[in-house]
């Protein structure tokens, strides 16, 4: 142990004695290994703006099933096991889920679409789980009326042609979906109300609505003519679109034609980018082989000189070991710093392209410095042992002999 921590000592003092030649490795190194950083950092900045502006909208991840159907509980129980869907929805009569609308107070009634919500709707806020007697709407219907949250609006249904029965109650807006999330004149509400509506349409009598008129509503069968479906993410969007035709035997649509070519965009480029890596650690290796066994050959008396001192071989094999780690963490420390100046000056470069809240072009991922690092200093090590087992292999005698 005593006699590596003095080799140890002695290649590191020795690296001192060379400035220039330092300057040149550290430089080789930084050089490489700066640029690939830098691609990495604006393909992942780039790339995850994208995409993560894909994300964020959660009509980018709905499938929908095309014209109505006779489902029932068992393929919303089915449905709601696929681990690549986090929400599903079921709607019975999209023929009976409207109301007449307006703001307490107003004048004028509007025409509304009624659609089902539960827990975890991706168009509602993630705490937010609307209860009897609320509802959220859309910003059209919001704009039209002036709402804001808080607000109450009257709904008001007949059914039979005269009128037989009338619906009429109050509603509080606890949420305004954001713009473009929720088209038209909408509203969303629990499924039981959403249920109970189709239901007073139906012709059945509600007494939690004082609508004692109708047929019991025990009698009333569950089925469903169809499925608000959104997958965990835009990446299932496309697999999760070909199980649906084949399990329910139904044709779907989706926004997987606008999906797909960025994903694939981003493979593309990741698989370029490992090409090129590779590449690039393949010539630093080759440089470093080269440069760390020309430096054994360069001081071959000296390490004869400590062999005849009593330094044994695997001491004298550390050597280039020692420096190529030292020259790793040098050259290693530097790419990072040119890193950081190029991210500093590609934000101020296109800080005025950038919009408000937007990622960084070139964002700083600790994991990704981290794993260069790791990589040059594994490289280093593949680089060093051509030159650690010439330095293991010096013959004192014969290297006097020759002076060299």
Not at 256 to 268: K, M
Not at 308 to 322: D, E, K, N, R, T
Not at 356 to 370: C, H, Y
């Amino acid at each position: 142990m005593k006699r590596a921590a003095n080799i140890s000592r002695l290649a590191l003092q020795d690296m001192r004695h060379e400035p220039a030649h330092v300057l040149c490795i550290v430089a080789l190194i930084a050089g490489v290994l700066a640029p690939l950083m830098l691609m990495f950092a604006i393909k992942s900045g780039v790339m995850d703006t994208l995409i993560g502006a894909l994300r964020e909208n959660p009509n980018m991840r709905r499938i929908d099933i095309i014209g109505n159907h006779d489902f029932n509980e068992k393929h919303l129980a089915d449905l709601s096991l696929w681990p690549e869907l986090t929400f599903v929805a079921p709607e019975e009569r999209s023929i009976a889920r409207h109301l007449n609308v307006r703001k307490v107070g107003a004048r004028g009634y509007q025409r509304m679409t009624l659609i089902s919500s539960a827990a975890g709707d991706p168009l509602l806020p993630p705490d937010l789980k609307l209860e009897k007697g609320q509802i959220a709407v859309s910003a059209p219907l919001a704009n039209l009326f002036e709402l804001a949250e808080g607000d109450r609006i009257e709904v008001r249904a007949a059914r039979g042609d005269p009128p037989t029965a009338r619906l009429a109650m109050e509603l509080q807006v606890v949420h305004i979906v954001r713009r473009g999330w929720l088209e038209g004149r909408a509203g969303l509400a629990p499924f039981a109300f959403v249920s109970d509506i189709e239901a007073f349409y139906d012709g059945y009598a509600l007494p939690q609505f004082d609508l004692s008129e109708g047929r019991d509503l025990s009698e009333r069968g569950i089925h469903y003519e169809n499925f608000r479906i959104y997958t965990r993410d835009i990446r299932d969007v496309a697999p999760v679109e070909s199980r649906l035709e084949q399990v329910l035997g139904v044709t779907v649509h989706s926004r997987v034609a606008e999906i797909e070519p960025l994903l694939q965009l981003d493979r593309d480029i990741d698989r370029a980018l490992t090409v090129l890596t590779v590449c690039a650690g393949i010539g630093l290796a080759a440089a470093l082989t080269a440069l760390f066994w020309a430096s054994v050959e360069r001081k071959r008396l000296t390490l004869s000189l400590l062999s005849l001192m009593g330094v044994p071989p695997f001491s004298l094999a550390l050597f280039p070991i020692v420096q190529a780690l030292a020259f790793a963490l040098a050259g290693g420390v530097a790419a990072v710093l040119i890193f950081l100046a190029g991210v500093v000056a590609f934000d101020a470069l296109f800080a005025g392209q950038l919009a408000a809240g937007s990622r960084q072009i070139a964002p700083i991922q600790p994991v990704m410095l981290l794993s260069v690092i790791g990589g040059l200093v594994a490289v280093a090590l593949l680089a060093s042992a051509f030159a650690a087992k010439r330095a293991f292999g010096i013959e004192p005698a014969t290297v006097i002999r020759s002076g060299a």
